[in-house]
């Protein structure tokens, strides 16, 4: 079976600089895997060019067999970035509507008001994102997220900002992505996530220092400068 992600040899370099030394990583169907590892270890960076916003140094990426940035790539992932991005003028509901629609999700609504329900924005789903606190954003960027179809999910420290009843929403959100079947890929310095994963992936300046168990790994160590 095609594997959800495949990189070989993923690399990215600025001038003389490496970010991300080459990587191959196979993620299958249904994984769940923590990409563990401080600011600046390359977990961003990792992320980006699987979604396909950053342009690699070396090597490959595919999504299903398909090489990142192409259509069918994009139509299978889900990116949740660390910085949340939304349109000036549109409202959380109208977000979602513009996001479900453009992938083709035409039965929208229910879902659109559980994951706000769960994230307690329900009451606010006529507000403009672009007005909330940094941890309301993050829930907004969450739904968005979660609105679409998709396969592989990946997200870049969800944690940031959020409050101790949105931590639990979203570790729930993540139960039910995996329950339904897509790969999950959560890149953390946080250890929240880790006893839950199937797999954890460490990053330390750029390499790859542990690929295995959570319950075979020193967390300690491997986040340990």
């Known amino acids: 079976m095609t594997a959800a992600l495949e ?27 923590v990409l563990l590892g401080h600011n600046g270890s390359g977990k961003t960076t990792f992320l980006r060019m699987v979604a396909g916003l950053l342009e690699p140094s070396a090597g490959t990426a595919r999504v299903l067999g398909a090489p990142v940035g192409s259509l069918d790539a994009r139509a299978a992932t889900s990116y ?33 008001a559980e994951l706000l329900g769960l994230l307690g924005l329900l009451d606010r789903r006529d507000d403009l994102p672009t007005t909330f606190s940094r941890g309301l954003r993050q829930k907004a960027a969450i739904a968005l997220a979660l609105i679409r179809p998709f396969e592989l999910l990946l997200v870049d420290e969800p944690f940031v900002g959020l409050d101790r009843a949105g931590r639990d929403a979203l570790l729930e959100l993540f139960d039910r992505v995996h329950h339904d079947g897509a790969a999950l890929v959560v890149a953390t310095h946080e250890l929240t996530t880790v006893g839950a994963a199937e797999r954890l992936v460490a990053l330390r300046d750029g390499t790859v220092v542990y690929d295995g168990p959570p319950s075979e790994a020193d967390v300690d160590e491997l986040v340990a400068r």
């Open 7 to 33: 990189t070989v040899g993923l690399a990215k370099t600025y001038g003389d600089a490496p970010a991300l030394e080459p990587v191959d990583l196979t993620v299958a169907r249904g994984e769940r895997v």
């Open 80 to 112: 949740l970035g660390d910085q949340p991005v939304f349109y000036d003028d549109l409202s959380v509901w109208e977000h979602l509507e513009y996001i479900a629609r453009l992938h083709g999700h035409e039965d929208w609504e229910d879902h659109a």
